[in-house]
């Protein structure tokens, strides 16, 4: 995407084209694809900031959800309807030019940094090798696309070499060892999570405050860098308060199951025991404050 974005290959346009196609007009069925067509642009757009409420959806009965999908639909559609009941707004619209394509240039970069984040993550889940072998992987596919404008002919062929590297990949992927963890803790403040863990703190009566996460979750690494610090740390264990993390970026089942009891779809995960037996679990905010960490130890 991002190389189509830059003007090095051209991807979809004979769908764009489709759609815009069905766009055109002014009768109800125009306006029903207009609507289509932006929010299948918009989605993998405002696919993280959609996920907390989407999350919260899947847990709720059928009439909150459903409510919760309508207002995510019409805040897509607001500027549309707004356009449509006040036109005099269409004057501060921009003016199409060639400042569009410049834009459309410089929105390659975010999918650039992407990217290297998502490399990251793969190097935290397979190591330096599964890395490089991404990067073979992407080079290949950017030559295929140069190939195929320039020679048509070979397109087959350069395809064929992209599937045998594709497949090296998953073998390679298949014959590493999952059983150690993929990176070492940084914070030993933290013990791995497990349900034997949970039980036997629970049976001794300890308070057990619990972090679910994963090395590919933004939200996760917002909350370890701003809010999970060593002092708020240490303010927790001070005070009686054992932590546990369980990491997901690679598949756990008991760290799956606890999500699965909890009605939640992914991660983060944050859960508080207070120091009864038979206390229940408080889940915290998915946006996570010190002042939140400061209540588990003023009101528990």
């Not at 489709?18 to 007009?25: E, S, V, Y």
């Not at 089942?253 to 909890?262: F, G, K, M, Q």
Request: hydrophobic letters at 45%; one cysteine or more; a neutral charge.
């Amino acid at each position: 995407m991002g190389l189509s974005l830059s003007g090095f290959v051209t991807l979809g346009g004979r769908w764009m084209g489709a759609g815009q196609n069905l766009t055109q007009g002014n009768k109800l069925s125009h306006s029903f694809f207009t609507g289509v067509l932006a929010a299948v642009v918009a989605s993998p757009c405002t696919a993280p900031f959609m996920a907390p409420a989407l999350g919260y959806a899947l847990t709720q009965p059928a009439a909150i959800a459903l409510c919760i999908f309508a207002f995510l639909g019409l805040g897509m559609a607001l500027p549309f309807l707004l356009l449509s009941y006040l036109p005099q707004l269409s004057k501060h619209l921009p003016t199409p030019g060639p400042w569009m394509d410049t834009f459309k240039q410089a929105v390659a970069f975010p999918l650039y940094l992407t990217s290297a984040w998502l490399l990251w993550v793969l190097g935290q889940q397979v190591g330096n090798d599964g890395v490089a072998l991404a990067v073979i992987g992407a080079i290949g596919i950017s030559f295929l696309l140069w190939l195929s404008q320039k020679k048509p002919q070979w397109f087959m062929v350069t395809t064929s070499l992209i599937v045998v590297l594709a497949i090296s990949v998953i073998w390679h992927n298949k014959t590493l060892d999952r059983s150690t963890p993929h990176y070492e803790q940084q914070n030993t403040l933290w013990q791995p999570y497990t349900q034997q863990t949970l039980d036997q703190l629970r049976s001794e009566g300890k308070a057990v405050f619990i972090n679910l996460t994963a090395d590919w979750c933004i939200t996760c690494k917002v909350n370890e860098k701003l809010v999970f610090t060593p002092t708020a740390l240490s303010m927790l264990q001070d005070n009686g308060i054992h932590l546990l993390e369980g990491d997901w970026t690679n598949y756990n089942p008991e760290i799956t199951s606890l999500l699965d009891r909890y009605k939640r779809a992914g991660v983060p995960l944050y859960l508080f025991f207070a120091a009864n037996p038979d206390a229940k679990a408080v889940i915290l905010p998915q946006i996570l404050t010190s002042g939140t960490l400061k209540s588990l130890v003023t009101d528990f």
